[in-house]
Nanobody, 116 residues
């Protein structure tokens, strides 16, 4: 049974930083591309960042490019999202996603709140 568990969310002031983590179990981590998505109150879930199964390629939404960095650590089956220069509009629930030939899995999310 695949399981994704996010952590690292919280409340920070604008301009601050947070690092989100997503620990993956129950699947072969190196066979999956990983992504981060977010959903703000009253809005649809949107793409934030993604990293390929080999970590050779990364992708970012224009709204976070230059501020957020996605990475993965194979020995810990973990994907990270380093978020710098945070803005109030980054406030959302952040979700981790694993996509591969054998399935598409989501974590339950972690709340990120940025105060102005």
């Amino acid at each position: 049974q695949a399981q994704l568990v996010e952590s690292g969310g919280g409340l920070v002031q604008a301009g601050g930083s947070l690092r989100l983590s997503c620990v993956v179990s129950g699947l072969t981590f190196s066979h999956y591309s990983m992504g981060w998505f977010r959903q703000a109150p009253g809005k649809e879930r949107e793409f934030v960042a993604a990293i390929g199964w080999s970590a050779a390629n990364t992708y970012y939404a224009d709204s976070v490019k230059g501020r957020f960095t996605i990475s993965r650590e194979y020995g810990k089956n973990t994907v990270y999202l380093q978020m710098n220069s945070l803005k109030p509009e980054d406030t959302a629930v952040y979700y981790c996603r694993a996509v591969g030939l054998r399935g598409d899995y989501w974590g339950p999310g972690t709340q990120v709140t940025i105060s102005s």
